[in-house]
């Protein structure tokens, strides 16, 4: 048996994973609930911002929480773009092909990282890497600290954002009904585009927060996804604050399960979630009826 | 009888495929310059590729080198020349590529990396008779087949345990007996998991007390909770037997929440011997030992040949002096048979007291298709270099163990 505070650290490192585990899934639920596709391309795209704050980082000497703003805006510029000028054109009005062209860019995206930058795992080195806080029983990396206060900010924005601006309440309106929203006078495809852009702004966000602990690779992106996708299952397809709370749920359980099971087994928890979730209530925590 | 009809039908085959080629072939090719086609097989798409793009380094400077240095002789000066295939990190696409590269024509093959891969591949080259050099491939079972195109160059798994823990022992010894509990931490695959029991059976021996063995899978997200199971168990030696993204991260996790053990002993780390983890986590990296493949310091062939890697920009890891070797043993086999006739060249190879390879081995000696001078040493990181500490007649340096506060 484990001693209380070994628990209780495990706890507090699973809420730090959990919250850029939320960022991830931020985007895909975004995506998922107005686009109503799963973004195949969400873990190359993850990844491709990771490379994104190594290159900021090892070539121009830029920090990764000062590259967070631009590089923010760059992923959101660039899921603009491909939504509104590959994705959409592409999908001839039929979802199907969107997931398609999804899987296919997340196929196009990895193999051009794979050809820039070699399978090489890469890390970079920034001199608060190994600055902590210490709590007495155990030490709380600043770097993740850090990931979980602005994850918890990024999901509050975003919520605002969702609410409180025109945008937002277009984003809402296109969601639940396109076609009504269209005669409205709303712009569908600006829209789907906003929205595909928010998700890659997520995740250059979250790339940002995890470079500074973690490492990156042409497939680092992936690892994060499947648990992201889990996660959006969990709180309810296109629910924000289900993906923000089932991340945190999620990160707790995986930590957990590691401790007392043993690393290789800490998965089987979330996965027994996922399929208890299918089972009892499909629509997720916070998911409305489909 | 059986095998009696099976071989002379295979035999007719062969005829009849050699007679097409030889018609088919038109007068021009035999007037150019003879090449040797040799197969060079690494995985450099997939979850391996950084181990194959290393290992394709390796192969490519030994092919120009011979080549810059006459060819093969016995054959007038004929030059090698690569056939590449891709196992795309997989024992299947490792067979495929066999199957294409004897469809070129290559009188033998070098590489795989991974034992699965070595395994798979070397199995399809035998039904070819083809000669196959494995170059990293650690599972003893890859030469106790029984197959006759087979060789390993490098030491199997059995050697690289047991040069371990008896260094480990000697270094322990040397330095007044400080560690006396470990803790294993291994990937949860075929290679950390096999590791760790053979390490359980035999730690307990040497008089060290296993107070913990803590699998993880890889890839893994966070090793804060490995570290957190570390320190609360308080060993003096940590044994961590992982890929190198794995081990990167448990370094820094172990660092950035203080735990400082006597000593960090890795066997066949990904990152323990390797340069990007000496640049990109220096203090984390520092004293780390590992026991692993390593090329001969004291050859300047050697020195130079990572000089020129290192010049261009590449990091230096055994990968490259093990390839580098292999094909240099298959270009000798090749030599001494005077022929491309891959029968006459696994003889050469059976046979072969290859010495100018640039690893700690001394000639070659194949029993049963193992190399029986491959051994590991042991290397430790001291500052941003990587030091050889065992074998002491080649060491570059003395260990530092325990570590310093």
């Known amino acids: ?290 | 009888m059986t095998m009696k009809t099976e071989v002379s039908r295979r035999a007719v085959l062969a005829g009849t495929a050699a007679g097409t080629a030889a018609l088919a072939v038109p007068g021009v090719l035999r007037a150019q310059t003879k090449t040797v086609k040799i197969g060079i097989l690494q995985p450099v798409t997939g979850a391996l590729a950084y181990d194959g793009q290393q290992g394709q380094i390796g192969a490519e400077a030994a092919i120009k080198a011979i080549n810059d240095a006459g060819g093969i002789k016995s054959l007038g000066g004929a030059k090698l020349e690569m056939v590449f295939g891709d196992a795309r990190s997989t024992p299947e696409g490792g067979t495929a590529e066999v199957e294409r590269m004897q469809a070129e024509g290559v009188v033998g093959i070098v590489g795989g990396f991974a034992s699965p891969i070595c395994l798979a591949a070397s199995q399809a080259a035998a039904r070819y008779d083809l000669p196959y050099i494995v170059d990293v491939g650690v599972a003893d079972s890859i030469v106790t087949r029984g197959l006759k195109n087979t060789f390993r160059f490098g030491p199997g798994f059995g050697m690289v345990t047991k040069t371990a823990l008896a260094n480990l022992a000697k270094l322990n010894d040397e330095a007044g007996k400080p560690a006396k509990t470990v803790v294993l931490v291994h990937e949860d695959g075929l290679f950390g998991a096999g590791l760790a029991k053979l390490m359980q059976a035999e730690l307990p021996k040497l008089g060290f007390e296993i107070l913990d063995t803590i699998a993880h899978p890889t890839p893994a997200r966070d090793m804060s909770n490995i570290a957190l199971q570390i320190r609360s168990k308080n060993p003096d030696l940590v044994i961590p037997s992982s890929y190198y993204g794995e081990f990167a991260l448990l370094a820094r996790t172990m660092q950035q929440q203080r735990i400082k053990p006597k000593g960090i002993y890795a066997v066949l780390n990904g990152a323990a011997s390797n340069y990007r983890f000496v640049k990109e986590f220096n203090e984390a990296a520092q004293f780390v030992m590992d026991c692993n493949h390593w090329h001969d310091p004291r050859k300047p062939v050697a020195e130079a040949l990572r000089k020129q890697v290192e010049a261009s920009g590449k990091f230096w890891t055994y990968n490259i002096p093990l390839n580098y070797s292999c094909v240099g043993l298959l270009a000798d086999a090749i030599e001494k048979a005077g022929s491309t006739d891959k029968a006459k060249v696994t003889e050469a190879l059976a046979a072969s007291t290859y010495a100018g390879h640039i690893m700690p081995y001394g000639p070659t000696k194949f029993v049963d298709g193992q190399n029986q001078g491959g051994a590991p040493v042991n290397t430790q990181v001291q500052g941003n270099d990587i030091k050889v500490i065992f074998p002491s007649d080649f060491a570059d340096a003395k260990p530092v163990f325990p570590r310093p506060a």
């Open chain 1, 1 to 290: 048996m484990f001693a209380p505070d070994i628990i209780l650290a495990a706890v507090l490192n699973g809420l730090m994973t959990g919250s850029v585990y939320a960022l991830i899934a931020l985007g895909l639920t975004l995506v998922y609930g107005v686009l109503h596709i799963i973004n195949f391309a969400h873990g190359a795209t993850l990844t491709a911002a990771m490379f994104a704050v190594y290159v900021a980082q090892a070539t121009l000497g830029i920090d990764p929480y000062l590259a967070l703003l631009p590089i923010t805006l760059l992923f959101f510029g660039l899921g603009y773009i491909v939504q509104r000028f590959v994705i959409g054109p592409a999908s001839h009005g039929e979802d199907r092909n969107i997931l398609l062209v999804t899987l296919g860019l997340s196929i196009v995206i990895e193999n051009a990282m794979l050809s820039i930058f070699r399978s090489d795992t890469r890390s970079i080195d920034v001199p608060y890497a190994f600055e902590s806080i210490d709590l007495g029983f155990t030490f709380l990396a600043l770097p993740r600290v850090a990931a979980f206060g602005v994850a918890l900010l990024v999901a509050l924005l975003l919520g605002l954002l969702l609410t409180g601006t025109d945008t937002g309440k277009a984003i809402r309106a296109v969601a639940k009904e396109k076609t009504g929203a269209a005669l409205a006078g709303i712009d569908v495809a600006h829209i789907y585009a906003v929205t595909f852009g928010l998700g890659a702004a997520c995740v250059a966000i979250a790339a940002c927060l995890l470079m500074p602990t973690f490492y990156v690779t042409p497939r680092a992106g992936n690892a994060f996804v499947l648990v992201a996708f889990t996660i959006v299952v969990l709180g309810g397809m296109g629910s924000i604050p289900g993906a923000l709370l089932g991340a945190l749920f999620i990160g707790v359980v995986e930590s957990l399960c590691g401790l007392f099971f043993g690393e290789s087994l800490g998965q089987i928890g979330i996965f027994l979630i996922f399929i208890l979730v299918l089972l009892v209530k499909p629509t997720g925590l916070f998911g409305a009826r489909a």
